[in-house]
């Protein structure tokens, strides 16, 4: 069972940051948060994780609240090979090799 | 180089048959696993294995089971193919069990 909500789908513009909005108010202090994505016909691709620090990579930036019951993850400028289904994981931080558990993610549709 | 990589690509086969799906991973990783996205595009995990421990998803039915070779390798056999058995499989790898997990291109199956 999936611990975190997204809204199903959002809508952004082309060039603008798109924001993604995750809740996870049951995670615990040795939990990560991961967020992946899965563009049309592709396996799932890793885009970022955090533990409580907010944190930047090529792809994207994490957001994580002081209180760690919810994360942002924030594309700066959206493209259109953007447009995919963006998932956000709670997983622990030396958890067995028991796999990720995908809810239903947000499908994020970037608009020209 | 594809780091995780799956054949065949696409699958079509008669109900009963047996068949099998192949994963290799370059990347040097101790953990693979198998995914199964259904029609209604939800990803659950089916298996993860390394070298220690085979954790096997409870729903997954004893038809399917994993067979490794060596340590790139996890292939998955299907035995007695059903309908229901229709589902995109997504093999991928991870260096320890809570790790970033590397997916493969997936494998469209379709039974007959």
């Known amino acids: 069972d999936a611990k975190t909500t997204q809204p199903p789908s959002m809508d952004c513009a082309e060039g603008r940051a798109a924001n993604l909005p995750c809740n996870h108010s049951?995670?615990?202090?040795?939990?990560?948060v991961y967020w992946y994505r899965q563009i049309h016909s592709q396996g799932p691709q890793y885009i970022i994780h955090?533990?409580?620090n907010n944190e930047t990579n090529e792809m994207a930036s994490l957001i994580i609240t002081e209180d760690r019951k919810s994360s942002t993850l924030i594309l700066p400028h959206a493209t259109l090979r953007d447009t995919a289904v963006y998932y956000c994981?709670?997983?622990?931080?030396?958890?067995?090799?028991?796999?990720?558990?995908f809810g239903k993610g947000t499908h994020l549709i970037i608009q020209p | 180089d594809t780091a995780v990589s799956q054949t065949p690509k696409y699958l079509v086969t008669q109900m009963g048959n047996d068949k099998s799906i192949k994963c290799e991973q370059n990347?040097?990783?101790?953990?693979m696993y198998w995914y199964k996205q259904d029609s209604k595009k939800f990803l659950k995990i089916m298996f993860s294995?390394?070298?220690?421990?085979?954790?096997i998803n409870e729903t997954v039915p004893n038809r399917f089971s994993p067979k490794s070779p060596d340590k790139a390798h996890l292939n998955l056999h299907i035995n007695s193919l059903e309908l229901g058995d229709s589902a995109v499989y997504f093999c991928?790898?991870?260096?320890?069990?809570?790790?970033?997990?590397?997916f493969g291109p997936g494998t469209r199956l379709l039974v007959l």
């Open positions: 991928a790898s991870s260096q320890g069990g809570a790790e970033t997990q590397y």
């Open positions: 049951t995670i615990s202090g040795n939990e990560y």
């Open positions: 955090g533990l409580k």
């Open positions: 994981i709670v997983r622990p931080m030396r958890g067995g090799a028991d796999g990720l558990t």
């Open positions: 990347l040097g990783h101790d953990t």
């Open positions: 294995y390394n070298n220690k421990e085979l954790i």
